[in-house]
């Protein structure tokens, strides 16, 4: 049985293995192997347009990030914290987007900015990545506020209490003890929220203008016009960062706060 | 423990509300300059409750606080002169322990060489010294709780806070910080508040202690008295092992008194009860204080008309448990009348846990100044 | 700050409202309000591709969800109970489908299947499915195995010995202790599946063959072609789906538990 | 417990390692059936690792295990003929109170009435009539104590195992399920084997004891000969609160024998001592042995002279300590050498505990039955 759950895993598995193996493949097709090369990540590398996908995927990402970061931290104290009007229905919505199909965000943000907003489309960078930018905060400050919620949760409130017991105000408190305590959950919701970023294809296919593209839909559109291994390093480059921000995320938070969090 | 001195705590006609529950009603108390104070009750009576408005995290409904004289009423926790160590210890764990015990200094502004010798000092009192880089996740519960007590020491309050100190740590650990909390106490000399639901540690430990119950004072006393002369039977039966009898009041003299129990026994007392005559009364009688006796009743009968008239004091039963403790046994006895007794016996020689054993009848006596007459 | 964070969330969820609600505007175009109708719910659902690529997006998340069910259960079985060569690599890597970025995914599957397997594309209903069932598959199956594992670390063995100690053989003891104690994280995997599977887009896109759609695909090839109410009602229809799925999963195993695995 | 049936339980030079960790060693035991047998010790000292491999959960390295004669070795766990109640009772949380009690039975094939009968027994048995459709999770701690221990008792098996049963606990619900498990005990015959780490547990239900150290049995005794003669200082220590003084063996006759502690004094004691003379030995001394007599030595020197030599089982120290307790007081007394000694002393009367206060200058004295010599 175990033989046989291995095999079904590698049947699973062979597609990305596969990909990755073939991006070092010396030929211009992916099925028989002529040998090892890495002259497929130099020429990736060497595509302009894929540097500058890239570029914008990293500055979106980060832009990203940060709103997300601020955002997400705010919403999950005010939400631990405080009770005011509607906190039960913010509570209960927050986490939509999560939820909500990519596809339909996708439709949603299309309509929103071409025919509500008519945003323009011909800025300048870096300001034409901010539609994408917009989308992109909406779907990662979510979990920015769950991972941040779930590590409040575990916050032991008689340590607020000692602080001012001790002389502490409230931003003193908030200093010296929660921002403190919340640290590994602000680096992993940061880090999440940048990779969520970085791999998002749909929603920012959607809400880019047709000269602004990032790495995933840039990606895209090279295996639209033919699949080579230059597509399979690009996408292994991908797969590897994203692993590695992954990775970090997982040893600064351990392994169950990241499975609370994904 | 001066009169003379002003109080240095003033709890007058305290109570807390939330929402329609009441967890301390109408409370007032003084705590003396320099005692060691205990809270006891039962969890929920609103010992805790009564201990945070101490500190501030919690504002009376009704009445009003008085720390050193001062009204308390709109000061929040971090501007008052007492400190606090929590029951869960709140050790800052991103902080060392010197840092943690130097933070209340920071924040008052008190740097430097000041702070050093402070953080060293209160170290020290509690045996942490050499300790100040190591990391709270690298401490036991204990050492921990010690870190706790230097944070809160170090500030030099007026009165120190304890919220149940003892609760996590193992028996014999505790046996060992009731003997150390003690000698800290007096060796500082500031004004200890304790809150505990453990009898043995709230006798041990404290000049006096207020037992509360349901969100009322039942009795404040020193431990002594609170054993000896409960006041009634909550704190009876909350403070040690202890038997209660129903009766009746025959005889109430300002030098004797009687009481007629169904369960026990005719009862006599050395010392007059202030109760109407032919009143329901209860009689508490401490299983340390029945002796037993075996088979054959003129020894106890004689032992008991020692100090009292015949036919008083004194009863017969059958052994129907036995708890064999090493320093004491507990025997379970039932009485003639199907009432149960609890008696204890300690074994001071080796060969007197071998006198009783299970489903022996025997005879018991007391001496007349051991039953106390509760009214309530 | 709190009326800010409000305004903040408005804008941010503003898409997702403008979508559904303009989904009953009596008007073509999707900017002004010209009255309530559900005329396009009807048009939709008279639409007889889409309501077809509804039956087979709905016949391949069941497929899906019954086989990572059973797959992912095992795993997780597998992985909290025994000890054999390769486990540490296996429990590392089974959670990679989860962060390997869905364009990847897809590339690494259009290859797989188009270049390698050369898998035909001209089967009938329902074999044409059997690509994006396998593919959708292998990134559900992860989430379950997420699921229960993190339900199986909450058992208490002693429960399994209690039950050995009365008489009970292995079997007994799986189908009378175990079982019972995964069934709300299997519920929750199973729900769980069946969401991502009907809303995944960008990785059914590459490995539906021409004329094989699903409803997401369908929805972005209606996009494509003009953004019309319909476009609207139908996203509306399946972000709705997707709720009720999600509030069922939430309420059979807790705010606690879905929030571990999203 | 009588010698002429064989022994339930056999075990026999039993060994456990983990890796290179041995929690068991060589252990030979026998349990006779129909007695209450404890298993005490520290945490990881073993005694749990030898439950399981009673139960079967955990096979023995070395040695065997016999339960009625019969060798367990390889029959797993549901085949043997006895049933273990869990620390955490183990309760199937998504089965009722009744389908909890009749799962053993399901298993064993035996259903309608006469299951129904059985588990009806059961439930009586352990005072939990009426809660048959009861979920776990409406029940209390005690409760659910009770559904594993019915669970176990239906199956009638010849031994039942109780892992820390009482540990989960609070006070009060402990001191009565001690009580409760002794009664049941009685009432249905069967073996009990507990494993403990409270010596109060221990010493108050078992019929014998093996007190286990480091996967060793340091001492297998009942409880007064356990408290009363224990055969080492750990024994001594781990099992009620003790004196431990050094001192040499100055005097060993078969009717007296006498040691000289730096510590404490010169002890005498009345029966012999099997150690070679001048042998570095240990005395042991309860704190509940040693009377406390008001400054003025003279009458604790004419108090240990009844029964010792002149100088000797007499000493002279200083109150530091002191803890009341209600029914007793602890002291903790200063020597003249330097070294600590507790005392205990019964408050039998309402004024005894006012005889001594802090820093009084006290003497003591003990009979020459109380010392133990402690070789190890």
Known sequence: ?262 | MTDTKPPIIQIQNVSKRFGKVTAVDDVSLDIQAGEFFVLLGPSGCGKTTLLRMIAGFELPTEGRILIDGQDMTGIPPNKRPVNMVFQSYAVFPHMSVADNVAYGLKIAGVRGGEANDRVAEALELVKLGGFESRMPDQMSGGQRQRVALARSLVMRPKVLLLDEPLSALDAKLRAQMQFELSELQEKVGITFVTVTHDQDEALSMACRIAVINKGDVSQLATPSDLYEYPANRFVADFVGSVNIFEGKLTLDEPDKAAVDCPGLGKVYLNHGVTGPHGADVWIALRPEKIYLHVPGEGKAVRAAAQDAPEGYNFARGKIKGMSYLGDITLFEIELESGARIRVSRPNLSRHDQEDFTWDDKVSMHWRADSPVVLLG
């Open chain 1, 1 to 262: 049985m175990r033989a046989w759950v291995g095999l079904v895993m590698l049947f699973l598995y062979a597609p990305l293995i596969e990909l990755m193996i073939f991006s070092f493949n010396d030929s211009k097709r992916n099925v028989v192997w002529r040998g090892f090369t890495t002259k497929y990540y130099e020429k990736a590398l060497g595509n302009d347009v894929l540097v500058e996908a890239l570029v914008n995927s990293l500055t979106i990402a980060a832009l990203a990030t940060i709103a997300s970061l601020i955002l997400g931290a705010i919403a999950a104290v005010m939400l631990w914290r405080f009770r005011f009007p509607l906190k039960g229905a913010i509570d209960g919505t927050i986490s939509l987007p999560i939820i909500v199909p990519e596809i339909c965000m996708g439709v949603a943000f299309l309509i929103f900015f071409a025919k509500w907003l008519e945003w323009p489309t011909d800025l300048i960078w870096p300001f034409n990545l901010g539609a994408i930018t917009i989308a992109h905060i909406t779907f990662c400050f979510p979990f920015v506020t769950m991972v941040v919620r779930s590590r409040l949760a575990t916050f032991n409130r008689e340590q607020e209490e000692a602080a001012k017991d001790l002389g502490a105000g409230e931003w003193a408190v908030f200093r010296d003890v929660l921002i403190p305590h919340m640290r590994p959950a602000l680096v992993a919701g940061a880090l999440l929220s940048f990779t969520l970023s970085l791999d998002d294809f749909v929603i920012t296919y959607f809400t880019s203008g047709p000269d602004t593209i990032t790495f995933p839909v840039k990606v895209y559109s090279m295996v639209r016009f033919s699949v080579t291994p230059e597509v399979n390093a690009a996408s292994t480059l991908l797969i590897i960062l994203t692993i590695v921000l992954t990775a970090i995320a997982l040893k600064l938070q351990g392994v169950k706060a990241i499975a609370e969090t994904h």
